[in-house]
T-cell receptor, first 114, second 111 residues
Framework: SQTIHQWPATLVQPVGSPLSLECTVE??????LYWYRQAAGRGLQLLFY??????ISSEVPQNLSASRPQDRQFILSSKKLLLSDSGFYLC?????????????FGDGTRLSIL | DQQVKQNSPSLSVQEGRISILNCDYT??????FLWYKKYPAEGPTFLIS???IKDKNEDGRFTVFLNKSAKHLSLHIVPSQPGDSAVYFC??????????WGAGTKLIIKP
């Protein structure tokens, strides 16, 4: 069966520090991969998605970036965090190339910027 | 402009009764709809979905109804159980295979 892992579960970082959140998927090949953010009291906002190694699409302009160095690895990064980057970050995967398939989520990373 | 709307931020239901969660959408090109359940500090869990060629899909205690003419879908949970207390998100898939999310409805099941 497929599993998705995100780490760390919680992270407290000072303003201006760098960020690296990692997500890996097991049990499937060539997945679509996604990074979402849920700000307090709000719905899910798609940040990035990837349909293959090195292929990243950005949905919102910001100081975050994403990379996919391997087929089942998706990394969310920032060079300098802002207070507004606080939130709950979620990674998800779905079957590539097939319509009408759900996305499956990891347990998320709670990021607090001080 | 919100394309997927969940107008009830919260809903309280007695244990054993039916919970009905509602969702409206504006884009008639959406053809696949999903419901997710989310506990605090966890990722959303996929519950049930429906394609636009159907008007009903059932899985155990969960049934999703789709009314395309009204651009409305609903999730019915019966009977409601304490473990159903969570935030429920409605989502629609667009032509680029991306999910458009509602803001969520917090369901509280009272004992």
């Amino acid at each position: 069966s497929q599993t998705i892992h995100q780490w760390p579960a919680t992270l407290v970082q000072p303003v201006g520090s760098p960020l690296s959140l990692e997500c890996t998927v097991e049990g499937t090949s060539n997945p679509n991969l996604y990074w979402y953010r849920q700000a307090a009291g709000r719905g899910l906002q798609l940040l990035f998605y990837s349909v293959g190694i090195g292929q990243i699409s950005s949905e919102v302009p910001q100081n975050l970036s994403a990379s996919r160095p391997q087929d089942r690895q998706f990394i969310l990064s920032s060079k300098k965090l802002l207070l507004s980057d606080s939130g709950f970050y979620l990674c998800a995967w779905s079957v590539r190339g097939t319509h009408n398939q759900p996305q499956h989520f990891g347990d998320g990373t709670r990021l607090s910027i001080l | 402009d919100q394309q997927v709307k969940q107008n009830s931020p919260s809903l309280s239901v007695q244990e054993g009764r039916i919970s009905i969660l509602n969702c409206d959408y504006t884009n008639s090109m959406f053809d696949y709809f999903l419901w997710y359940k989310k506990y605090p500090a966890e990722g959303p869990t996929f519950l049930i979905s429906i394609s636009s060629i159907k008007d009903k899909n059932e899985d155990g205690r969960f049934t999703v109804f789709l009314n395309k003419s009204a651009k409305h879908l609903s999730l019915h949970i019966v009977p409601s159980q304490p473990g159903d207390s969570a935030v429920y998100f409605c989502a629609a898939m667009d032509s680029n295979y991306q999910l458009i999310w509602g803001a969520g409805t917090k369901l509280i099941i009272k004992p």
